[in-house]
């Protein structure tokens, strides 16, 4: 009794009940030690397993324009004067900068060390991962030459379109844009819109908690359908990858262990255990997005942070802070050039560190995001795109613990900043 109580409370536990009963039903199903389905059967029974999954993203794609917009307006709104936001925005937009670097250079260090791409043999693995035209192509289109438009774009002509079509950047600056015109305007004369927005704040956030109970039914599904399909063999071959990646994500959350000590000054165990829920369901979906509404109120209500901070922080952070990512990315650059035999000059790796840092600001926060920027990393550092192809198997899995990489380092943001206010 008491741990169906427990059960039903903790979504982490559901969520890894579910991955292990799914681990194994896809086992059961695959050909590496179970019954074998054919192809054609599985790609069937993987779009109903995916039900769940797609039901969920499409309910928080429903509330997330109108609670980022709200979050974000209702933040400045609040924190009132120009001094205060001026300063909070470029002490945020430096910490950023600062813990995404850090993340790229781990990257940078792990890669050279291990070097997982001289490690495999090229022929092997473009054999076994069966290689196909359609999936070359749908990499294609992105390149730094879209830098100089997306800049231009940067203010939304027309806001009904970026709410339409989801643009989170532009809605993210047309934000901050009403919220500083609201701060400046006298209080009385922004009250209905405030409340309006705070309103709009707790509705999403209320749809948010009714959707997440088929989480656990999301995870399960999706599990089911990839071990089935990839095989543990495909897994294997790109062990060392793999690895590379999970251990340059595991540091970057020490790293945050030691902010939250030293800079956060708040107890370690208990503020890390705190982040479990978010982490759960950053973990589930792969999407930073899908999971803000938790992250959110998870540091509002677990982690006490000043809603002012936390509102600002949080939904900014979503869209552009993703360390996960960019450590992620430079990885891959550097797997596939040691794969490809590529000699990476210094000049090179500065590239890489740059245009690794800009891809995960640019990066959306959306699953399987970061490996199709990653091709403008590679165009930019002269290694074949195609190279993609190789670590698309894999990147569900790698996917889902940089984007509970990514959301941490939001939280970790959050703290600090919260200290930094109340000192
Ligand atoms: N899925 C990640 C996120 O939402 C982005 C990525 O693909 O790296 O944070």
Known sequence: MAFKNYLFKNLWLQVVISLIVGLGVGLILGDDVGIGLDDDALDSMSTYLKIPANIFLSVIMMIIVPLIFASIVVAITNLGGDKSIKTLG????????????????????????????????LTALQETHDLSEDELKSTDGFSIDDVPSAISNIIPRNPIVSYLEGQMFSILIMAVIVGLSMAALPKESVKPLLDLLESVQRITLYILLMA???????????????????????????????????????????????????????????TFSKFRNPQTLAFSTASSMATMPMTLKTAEEDLKIDKRISKFVIPLGTTVNMDGTALYQAIAVFFLAQLFTIELSVFSILIIIMTSLLASIGTPAVPGAGVVVLSTILITVGIPPVGILLLLSVDRILDMIRTMVNITGDLTAACVFDKIARD
């Open 90 to 121: 470029l002490g945020i937009g430096i910490y950023f900068v600062i813990s995404t670097t850090i993340a790229i250079l781990i990257a940078i260090s792990l890669a050279s060390i291990i070097a997982p791409g001289s490690i495999l043999d």
């Open 212 to 270: 997440m109970k088929i989480v656990p039914f999301a995870v399960f599904g999706m599990i089911v359908a990839m071990v089935a399909k990839i095989g543990v063999e495909t897994m294997g071959g790109l062990g060392a990858y793999m690895g590379t990646v999970i251990l340059g994500l595991g540091a970057m959350l020490l790293v945050y262990a030691m902010i939250i000590k030293f800079v956060a000054k708040r107890p370690l165990s208990s």
